[in-house]
């Protein structure tokens, strides 16, 4: 295996159109599991987490840059997020356990790998139960399907960073200098096999929020809440999570933990939570692939959207 560690974009884009069979690494927290489980066996690293331009927070007009390597840590940390962008504070504190948030970058948060209680197993238990789709094998252990993986997309950021009207940029590694800018949802493609709409040469730069209303002296500053559910209350993934945001034009809801890429409703005017939660499992093909069963993930969507309401 090799290792290298750039100071640059520059750089990294070098060796990165120099050897495309290469993997970026950033808080390795979610890439390194994968490693030791050997369902990642790229043998380049690239190790973005020293590249000064990737880092940090700032204020820059109306908007808010966050580097994509900023750690969950430091992100929950931050004074402005904190004030003004609470529920993206709340979700990565949310976010496994403090030795983790420490390392785990936003990035590595946006892009980590789908999840499945069939595909999160070693080579020894892959073999013994005949091996998954995302694994290579012909049919889906959850479904039997020969088509379609639903492994599932489990980023607790995603859902509030949509809500907040986020946008990726992306350096596009074979241009060098084209950045794209697209909304977030925009790096899901809901197959469970290919999650991701960026190639794995790509970088994500940075995440670019808009200042909320108040802070620019307009009136209707959007109210965003967010809950999770799962067994345990630190270290276990989402079973669903879910992000609300109300502005006069409706309320917009975006949930991960519940289908390969992340549900997402745009200024909806109907409060009906039955409604609302049947309007995004149409998007979601939920299956029993997490700790809890399919049912009470259905039901708990309902009731935490009909409390979320009721709280706000
Ligand atoms: C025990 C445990 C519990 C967890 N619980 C949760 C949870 O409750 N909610 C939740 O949302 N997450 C959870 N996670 C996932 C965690 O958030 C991710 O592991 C973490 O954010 C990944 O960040 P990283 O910097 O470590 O990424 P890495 O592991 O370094 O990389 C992850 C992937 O992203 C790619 N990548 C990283 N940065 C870039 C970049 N800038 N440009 C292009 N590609 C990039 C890498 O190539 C890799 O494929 C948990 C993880 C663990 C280990």
Redesign the pocket.
């Known amino acids: 295996m090799s290792y290298t560690s750039p100071k640059t974009l520059a750089e990294t884009v070098a060796l990165i159109q120099r050897d495309e069979n290469s993997?970026?690494?950033?808080?390795?927290?979610?890439?390194?599991?994968r490693r030791s489980l050997g369902l990642e066996t790229t043998q380049h690293l690239i190790d973005?987490s020293g590249i000064s331009e990737?880092r940090g927070i700032t204020l820059d007009g109306d908007t808010l840059s966050i580097g994509?390597?900023t750690t969950?840590a430091e992100l929950a940390a931050n004074p402005t997020i904190q004030s003004d962008y609470s529920a993206l504070a709340e979700a990565a504190l949310?976010?496994?356990s403090p030795s983790?948030r420490n390392?785990?970058?936003v990035?590595?948060?946006l892009?980590?790998?789908n999840r499945c209680i069939y595909y999160d197993q070693s080579d020894f238990w892959q073999t013994a139960a005949g091996g998954c789709l995302k694994c290579g094998a012909e049919v889906c252990i959850a479904t039997g399907s020969a088509k379609h993986c639903y492994s599932v997309f489990?980023?607790?950021?995603a859902p509030v960073l949509i809500c907040l009207d986020a946008q990726i940029e992306v350096l596009d590694h074979s241009s060098a200098t084209a950045l794209i800018s697209k909304p977030v949802e925009w790096l899901y493609t809901g197959d469970g096999l290919a999650p991701h709409s960026i190639s794995?040469q790509?970088?994500?730069t940075r995440i670019v929020l808009p200042r909320p209303a108040s802070t620019l002296g307009h009136a209707d500053n959007p109210n965003i809440s967010f809950r999770k559910l799962r067994p345990r209350a630190s270290?276990?993934?989402?079973n669903l999570t879910i992000a609300m945001r109300r502005t006069k034009d409706g309320i917009t809801l975006a949930a991960s933990g519940i289908g390969p890429a992340p549900a997402v409703l745009r200024n909806t005017t109907t409060d009906d939570a039955s409604a609302l939660a049947a309007a995004l499992l149409k998007q979601s093909q939920m299956i029993d692939n997490v700790s809890y069963r399919r049912p009470y993930r259905k039901e708990m969507l309902i009731e935490t959207i009909r409390s979320m309401m009721v709280d706000e």
């Open positions: 993997v970026y690494i950033a808080g390795g927290t979610d890439l390194m599991v973005l990737l994509a390597t969950l949310s976010i496994a983790i390392s785990a970058t990035a590595g948060n892009l980590c790998e489990i980023s607790d950021l794995k790509d970088i994500l270290v276990d993934f989402t």
